[in-house]
């Protein structure tokens, strides 16, 4: 099966310039529907479902494999390749930020430039460094997750969402963690908040945005700060929004702040 295949990549848009969208944990390429129509005019735009995600085929998710992020950084290179694609603008929300990143320094040669979206390299306290939990607050969350992953999702997804005002985010991303196989995503929990990546961002010369948002429950700012000063060519972008997820709950300020972004003569 070609990865494209495996992966339900669905390809649109009216340019030439590629632009791919890697979703977080628990969620599915359908989270960016608000954000691809800003994009749909000038440039080529690719999004997929993670292994063990969506409408991709799940039966691949082998937890050996799936056991770091190497694994769907290599997934996206296939992806890449399949498409038969270079010098692409690669967008991560969340954990997919590091994903790309990683993808990005295996093959430069296809990736361009990067946008994290609330991105996290660790969210584990250490030192000076604030991830924003302490080490026993993660291991908590997993035995959580591992006795009643439905019972956790039910109750943090709106949090994580972190938009009141809109409760129907909330229940969407309700929705997509309890559409996810458990099994997948407890496996998938720990690959996402116990890893450190702080050692690979600081290895990235591509040229980078950061988006953060004002209030998130996920990520304080002191992560967006802290990679701006450890990466060789990173700017942040602070959005007026709260939560996890902007671009659900706020599309617009997401989409405007990629596309000043790759339009900016740094990027070109």
């Given at each position: ?10 390809v649109?848009?009216r ?27 000038d440039?080529?735009t ?13 039966a ?64 584990i306290?250490?030192?000076?460094y ?24 039910r ?20 929705d ?49 700060e ?13 959005l ?24 900016s003569?740094?990027c070109?």
């Amino acid at each position: 099966m070609r990865p494209s295949e495996r992966n339900a990549v669905s390809v649109s848009g009216r340019g030439d310039t590629p632009i791919i969208f890697l979703h977080g944990y628990g969620c599915d390429s359908g989270m960016w529907r608000s954000v691809i129509p800003a994009f749909h005019d000038d440039f080529k735009t690719i999004t997929y479902d993670l292994t063990g995600s969506g409408r991709s085929r799940t039966a691949d998710y082998d937890p050996v494999r799936y056991a770091s992020l190497t694994a769907h950084a290599d997934d996206l290179i296939a992806i890449l390749e399949d498409q038969g694609l270079g010098d692409v603008i690669a967008v991560g929300h969340s954990i997919s930020a590091m994903t790309i990143g990683l993808a990005a320094t295996r093959r430069p040669d296809l990736i361009a430039r990067l946008v994290m979206v609330c991105p996290s390299p660790s969210y584990i306290d250490d030192g000076t460094y604030k991830g924003g939990f302490t080490q026993e607050d993660l291991l908590d969350l997993i035995n959580v997750l591992e006795s009643n992953y439905l019972g956790w999702a039910r109750q943090m997804a709106p949090q994580i969402m972190g938009v009141p005002a809109r409760p129907d985010l909330g229940v969407e991303l309700t929705d997509s963690f309890c559409r996810t196989d458990p099994d997948i995503a407890r496996h998938f929990a720990k690959v996402t908040f116990l890893q450190d990546h702080r050692a690979e961002v600081k290895k990235l010369s591509h040229p980078t945005l950061i988006i953060q948002c004002r209030d998130d429950i996920i990520v304080p700012p002191e992560v967006g700060e802290w990679m701006v000063e450890n990466m060789h060519d990173a700017r942040l972008t602070v959005l007026d929004a709260t939560g996890h997820c902007p671009h659900m709950s706020a599309p617009a300020l997401t989409s405007d702040a990629i596309l000043r972004f790759v339009r900016s003569p740094v990027c070109a």
